[in-house]
């Protein structure tokens, strides 16, 4: 596992050694009326470790496919989709997922939806608790575990989704448009939320978007994915410096990712 | 509570509404007790007879609640074998939904044949009616398991017991309860039913045996008996449900 050394220089990213690999991965699915379409094809990218790719594209391009490729709750058509040297084809333990819709479970307390993973585990020690806790309190909801989700805002509830998915410690956290369905504001805040938790813990993330704006803000890299059938229409690096606050996005640096992004899309020229 | 007094309130002046027109018409048309005996009529029959209701209210009470929890207890395992497995489910529930269309009143003698003129036989149709919503609430519930919560419990590789114990089965609480909650009522129903085709007491068989004597105010208290039993089983399991399920009322603060 790599160190990280969260300084106000860029987050280093060790380049030399590849945590996912994936090679022309490629899916298509077979419709009602017998008919094949391909969803994704050509996908061909490393996933360093460490680092935070966002998959940016128009909805409905294949990009949370590919994301529950990787994840393995999807077997991919054909291709290789390697983590850690390892084929995937099945969800992994040391995995982290987070969705879009929360998904909390109503019935639980906000603390035991957290837990949930760990007790799928049978392993709920006290110290299981604690850290459960510690991540609650990290993401500002410290008092709430006792709370049902019912109680709480769509904010909060994402945040007690991002716990769950953390609680494991997970080597990958895949994240599909976790912030899509929050208010601007709250949106930012989260952003601003997930880089900070990203510091603390060494997992790899994987997050789908198909805002320019958090693609750019949050992440090392931007794989810019195209229209149905989709393939990598650009391969960004992000060159903006740690740690990221909201001034960045006000810099010219970051408008011109945005426009680079922007073109791959083909939304500007 | 402005919200739970207000749901307390309505109903009781609609109620007070009914009944003086019902006593002011019976007084003024000098209806016959017999026909049609006034509300006041079938509340001095119910506390002069209070004993004898009490009496006969209590093999009725007991035959509802027995054929429920008989029906809670096999109707809920029966739609989790439903729904788990598809040659049970292929082979179980098109027999269920056609034993559901025969009338329970016209199996009620038969079942009083098998079953003799105790409690048994009453138990067995309050069973049999209260049996089909449960069955059919529960397996609802759990095949309506929220689409994310079931792949998050794949992502997580929750195994099939687990599965089905924390997150399926959880989810389908409320459903049960829906279920439960029409059932309840109708177990009432069948035990009345089986009084009525044949037994020894209860409050069905008081009513009869009411009403062929001509005790109007008599077999009008035992309705009233009966209906006040229906809804205290049906606040019972919404006392249960809001014991097991601390959630449902917890909304937005």
Redesign the interface.
């Given at each position: 596992m790599q160190q990280s050394t969260q300084s106000a220089e860029r987050r280093p990213v060790d380049a030399a050694r590849a945590f996912g690999h994936f090679k022309d991965v490629r899916q298509e699915f077979l419709l009602p009326t017998h008919s094949n379409f391909v969803a994704i094809e050509n996908i061909t990218f490393d996933l360093k470790s460490g680092s935070l790719v966002s998959l940016l594209g128009p909805s409905g391009c294949g990009k949370t496919t590919f994301l529950k490729i990787v994840?393995?709750?999807i077997r991919a058509s054909s291709g290789v989709i390697e983590i850690n040297g390892e084929a995937v084809d099945?969800?992994h333990?040391d995995?982290g997922?987070a969705?879009q819709?929360p998904?909390l479970?109503?019935?639980?307390t906000v603390l035991k939806n957290v837990l949930?993973?760990m007790?799928?585990r049978n392993d709920t020690g006290a110290h299981v608790t604690r850290r459960a806790k510690e991540l609650l309190k990290l993401v500002g909801l410290e008092g709430f575990e006792a709370?049902?989700?019912?109680?709480l805002s769509g904010g909060m509830q994402q945040r007690v989704a991002l716990c769950r998915a953390l609680v494991h410690e997970p080597k990958l956290l895949l994240m599909d448009e976790p912030f899509g369905a929050l208010d601007e504001l709250t949106r930012m805040e989260m952003q601003d939320l997930l880089l900070a938790i990203r510091v603390k813990t060494n997992a790899t993330i994987m997050f789908v978007t198909h805002s320019i704006a958090e693609a750019v803000y949050l992440s090392d890299v931007v794989v810019v994915f195209s229209k149905r059938p989709a393939v990598i229409a650009d391969y960004i690096d992000v060159a903006l410096p740690y740690p990221r606050t909201a001034e960045i996005r006000y810099s010219v640096e970051f408008t011109e990712l945005e426009h680079r992004a922007g073109r791959a899309l083909g939304i500007t020229r | 509570m402005i919200g739970s007094a207000h749901r307390l309130i309505y109903p009781l002046a609609g109620l007070c509404v009914i009944v003086v027109l019902w006593q002011g018409y019976v007084d003024l048309a000098h209806v016959s007790k017999i026909v049609l005996p006034s509300p006041m009529d079938i509340l001095r029959a119910s506390w002069q007879r209070y004993d004898l209701l009490l009496r006969e209210t209590v093999p009725t009470a007991l035959e509802s609640i027995y054929g429920f929890a008989l029906a809670i207890v096999i109707g809920i395992p029966l739609a989790v074998c439903v729904t788990n497995s598809r040659v049970l489910n292929l082979a179980l529930y098109p027999i269920l939904i056609a034993t559901q269309s025969v009338p329970k009143v016209a199996v009620a003698p038969i079942i009083l044949v098998w079953f003799g003129l105790g409690m048994q036989s009453k138990l067995a149709i309050a069973f049999l009616v209260a049996f089909f919503p449960i069955v059919v609430d529960t397996a609802t519930g759990l095949q309506a398991t929220p689409a994310g919560l079931m792949e998050l419990a794949r992502s997580l590789r929750a195994s099939r017991w687990q599965t089905f114990w924390k997150v399926q089965f959880p989810a389908a609480l409320p459903f049960m309860f829906s279920g439960a909650k029409v059932a309840v009522t109708l177990a009432v129903i069948g035990a009345v039913i089986g009084e009525f085709v044949g037994s020894v007491n209860g409050l069905g068989n008081l009513l009869l045996s009411a009403n062929s004597q001509l005790d109007g105010p008599l077999a009008w208290a035992a309705l009233v008996w009966l209906s006040v039993l229906g809804i205290v089983l049906f606040l019972g399991v919404a006392l249960a449900e809001r014991i097991l399920m601390p959630w449902a009322g917890s909304g937005h603060h």
């Open positions: 994840g393995g709750l099945e969800p333990a995995f997922m969705f819709q998904n479970m109503p019935w639980r949930f993973p007790e799928l709370h049902y989700p019912a109680q | -």
